[in-house]
């Protein structure tokens, strides 16, 4: 089991900045895939961002690569999501998740957080 809580989210104008954190409890870092979701009012809950299994390779959806970093701190249970030149369509409710296959469907993610919002204003 593994908890997680995200924080960092707020309202921001296009082209700022935020960066989230996901703090987890429980299992470490090592026994799960992280990864980041977002999820837009009246729309399907989407891959964001995650690591390969050992933490090398990292993959981001087309719309935030270039914009967004994930991250990881293992000594601090704590992975991160940069966000750059944030735009309104980056608008959503971003959840991090623990699961134990490296996918972009939701469904197959095993834990999630309670979820930040982020509000990006045009």
């Known amino acids: 089991q593994v908890q997680l809580v995200e924080s960092g989210g707020g309202l921001v104008q296009t082209g700022d900045s935020l960066r989230l954190s996901c703090a987890a409890s429980?299992?470490?870092?090592?026994?799960?895939?992280m990864g980041w979701f977002r999820q837009a009012p009246g729309k399907a809950r989407e891959f964001v961002a995650t690591?390969?299994?050992?933490?090398?390779?990292?993959y981001y959806a087309e719309s935030v690569k270039g914009r967004f970093t994930i991250s990881r701190d293992n000594s601090k249970n704590t992975m991160y999501l940069q966000m750059n030149s944030l735009k309104p369509e980056d608008t959503a409710v971003y959840y991090c998740?623990?699961?134990?296959?490296?996918?972009?469907?939701?469904?197959?993610?095993?834990?999630w957080g309670q979820g930040t919002q982020v509000t990006v204003s045009s």
């Open positions: 998740a623990a699961g134990v296959i490296l996918t972009a469907n939701p469904n197959e993610w095993l834990y």
């Open positions: 429980g299992r470490t870092f090592s026994s799960y895939v």
């Open positions: 690591f390969s299994w050992s933490g090398g390779d990292t």
